[in-house]
């Protein structure tokens, strides 16, 4: 969620989400037991189904498009749907960014995408069957805009990750449909795109041709859910095994995040703020080795990073690029392992599970507060503090 740049480098990503919110309480700021966040609830079963993947243009499986800009686009949300698609096998999948050469990913990371939008439009002038959209530093960006409602005008299927949603809403594409985003920016979207339908409580939403995510963590489910539209239920229950994935419901208790989720946002935004006055961020590096699993590496690196308490890079023994397990080409941030506090190496095994290894971990580290903080940036309801 990116449509406020962050209060200074060591004030994560979250408390930008914080003030957009409208969280002003520090009351919790003290609090060294958080509350649990909640669980999505078996009672609440909404159901949403992507329409069936129908054939066009002759093609025997579809074109599924991952676009970002290159100045900045949210690292989970854009590597999460690649990941999970390529496990699944279902299309041709094809990291795109607006522009040449590498895509500077927040709040980590940098990544070389396989084309940009005028070499996909050049190789594809039919258009792609998905469209999938993260968050970005600039919701408003002229070239995603543009693209977006060019893919749209050509029957492109839209799914947007987390605040990806601001994007499809800006370029109008939105308007009259059922939509949903990141829960710290609920009276944001209300307010500004009023003609839009915004839905809580779900996971994700599929109305007709546009699908919109949750908060970051929500990329799981709706990446699932998309590879059931394509490839059939038994397809998605074995890539969601695969990935150690419970399952792909939409159910979410997303109205239980804010307000009094958002308070303890604003607290935990507070105590990394003041922390950063007085501890040196810790400089965080993730392995990167070929055949490494993006969606282990992105939970990984993504995290670190929201807690105000490290910087993440790539790091790897040389500055070669490195392609991960289902051929994403990585740019390592680092060499020297001693320019570095510590050096961790995602899990190669069940990657869903990663983000709860890596906030256990952070909870040992930081305390429990910040893991808290860092869970709710997810909008993860799996956290158990």
């Known amino acids: 969620m990116f449509h406020l740049k962050p209060v200074r480098n060591r004030l994560g990503l979250v408390a930008a989400a914080c003030l ?39 093609r025997q499986r579809p074109v599924i498009a991952i676009v970002g800009i290159n100045a900045g686009t949210e690292l989970t949300d854009y590597v999460i749907p690649y990941g999970i698609l ?76 987390c605040d990806g949603a601001l994007v499809l809403a800006s370029s109008g594409v939105l308007d009259g449909h059922r939509a949903t985003a990141h829960w710290a920016t609920a009276g944001y979207p209300h307010k500004t795109y009023p003609q839009v339908h915004w839905v809580d409580d779900r996971r994700y939403v599929a109305d007709g041709r546009i699908v919109s995510s949750a908060g970051i963590s929500a990329a799981v489910p709706t990446s699932l859910a998309l590879v059931e539209a394509i490839a059939g239920r038994a397809r998605a229950a074995a890539t969601a095994a695969v990935i150690g994935a419970p399952d792909w419901s939409a159910a979410h208790d997303s109205h239980r995040f804010a307000p009094k989720f958002g308070r303890n946002l604003a607290a935990f935004a507070a105590t990394e703020y003041f922390n950063g006055w007085f501890h040196h961020p810790q400089s965080i590096g993730v392995t990167l080795s070929p055949g490494a699993d993006e969606i282990a590496i992105a939970f990984t690196a993504d995290a670190y990073a929201r807690t105000g308490r490290a910087k993440a890079y790539a790091f790897a023994p040389n500055p070669a690029p490195v392609t991960t397990l289902h051929g994403l080409t990585l740019l390592p941030d680092r060499t020297d392992p001693n320019a570095l506090t510590r050096i961790v190496t995602p899990a190669s095994d069940t990657s869903a599970f990663t983000l709860d290894r890596v906030l256990a971990e952070i909870t040992r580290l930081y305390g429990r507060q910040t893991a808290y903080g860092v869970a709710l940036g997810f909008e993860y309801p799996g956290y158990h503090g």
């Open 20 to 58: 957009v919110a409208g969280c002003s309480s520090v009351a919790a700021a003290q609090s060294s037991n958080p509350p649990r966040l909640p669980m999505s609830g078996a009672a609440q079963a909404p159901i949403e189904h992507i329409l069936p993947y129908q054939a066009r243009f002759g």
């Open 86 to 161: 390529q496990q699944a096998a279902v299309g041709e999948v094809i990291t795109v960014a607006t522009g040449e050469g590498m895509m500077t990913m927040r709040p980590a990371l940098h990544i070389q995408p396989q084309a940009s939008v005028a070499e996909f439009d050049r190789r594809f002038p039919e258009g792609a069957d998905y469209i999938v959209v993260p968050a970005v530093v600039r919701h408003d960006d002229p070239a995603l805009l543009a693209w977006v409602k060019q893919q749209a005008a050509k029957g492109g299927t839209l799914v947007s990750i």
